[in-house]
C-alpha cells in the first residue's frame, strides 16, 4: 500500500475511534465469511460497525487518538467493533457470538480512556445493559419520590390533627375585656407625691 494511501486509511481510523464510545477488539480466525457477515449483521442492532484491520494502522491510529498500551491486543488477526450505541449491547452481542461461532475471541477493548484486557471486556457482557440500568434507577427514583410524598401527607396529617386537638382543649372564647384608661389630675387639684420636686 501506498505511502499516501497508509496515511489515509490511518486518519480514516483515527476518525473511527475517536466517534465511537467504545471498541471492542476480536480475534477472528477460523470465522467462515458467511460467519463473519452474521455477526456484523448482529452488531449493527447495537449499532456497532465490525471490521477487520491491519494491525499496524491501527496502533498508529490508536496512537494518533492517544490510546496508549494498545499493542498487546493487536496481536494476530484482528477485528474491530467501532461501537456507537451502548458498549454493554455489543459485548453481549459478540460474547453470544462466540458461543455460536468459538473460533471468535474477544481480545480486549477500550472505553472511557481506559484500555480493557481480555477478562474485563467479556467482563462488559456480563453487565446490565444501559436501558436496563436507566430503567431501575428510575424505578428507585419513583419509589423514594412516592415514598416522600406519603410521608410528607402523614406528617401533614398528623400537624392537623394535633392542631385540631390543641384548638378543643383551648377555653372558649370570652369577650374580651374593657381596661379603663387612668383618669387624669384635675386641674388645681394636688399633686401626688414626685420625688423630683425641689424641697
Known amino acids: 500500500m501506498p505511502n499516501a494511501e497508509k496515511v489515509q486509511r490511518v486518519d480514516e481510523l483515527k476518525e473511527r475511534i475517536q466517534g465511537s464510545a467504545a471498541l471492542l477488539l476480536t480475534d477472528y480466525r477460523g ?4 460467519e463473519f457477515t452474521e455477526l456484523r449483521r448482529s452488531l449493527r442492532e447495537t449499532d456497532t460497525s465490525f471490521a477487520v484491520i491491519k494491525n499496524t494502522l491501527m496502533l498508529r491510529a490508536a496512537a494518533d487518538a ?14 474491530v467493533a467501532f461501537v456507537h450505541g451502548d458498549p454493554i449491547a455489543a459485548a453481549k452481542k459478540l460474547k453470544a457470538a462466540s458461543k455460536l461461532f468459538p473460533a471468535l475471541a474477544l481480545k480486549g477493548g477500550y472505553m472511557d480512556g481506559a484500555v480493557l484486557d481480555a477478562t474485563q471486556a467479556n467482563g462488559l457482557a456480563d453487565l446490565e445493559s444501559r436501558d436496563v440500568m436507566l430503567s431501575r434507577v428510575a424505578g428507585l427514583l419513583k419509589g423514594e419520590m412516592s415514598r416522600a410524598a406519603a410521608l410528607f401527607v402523614g406528617a401533614q396529617s398528623k400537624f392537623l390533627s394535633v392542631l385540631e386537638a390543641f384548638k378543643q382543649k383551648m377555653p372558649a372564647e370570652e369577650p374580651p375585656v374593657v381596661v379603663e384608661a387612668a383618669s387624669k389630675p384635675q386641674p388645681g387639684s394636688a399633686p401626688e407625691n414626685d420625688s423630683t420636686k425641689e424641697e
Open 66 to 79: 492517544g490510546i496508549e498500551r494498545f499493542e498487546d491486543l493487536l496481536l494476530g488477526p484482528s477485528a
Open 31 to 34: 470465522l467462515t465469511v458467511a
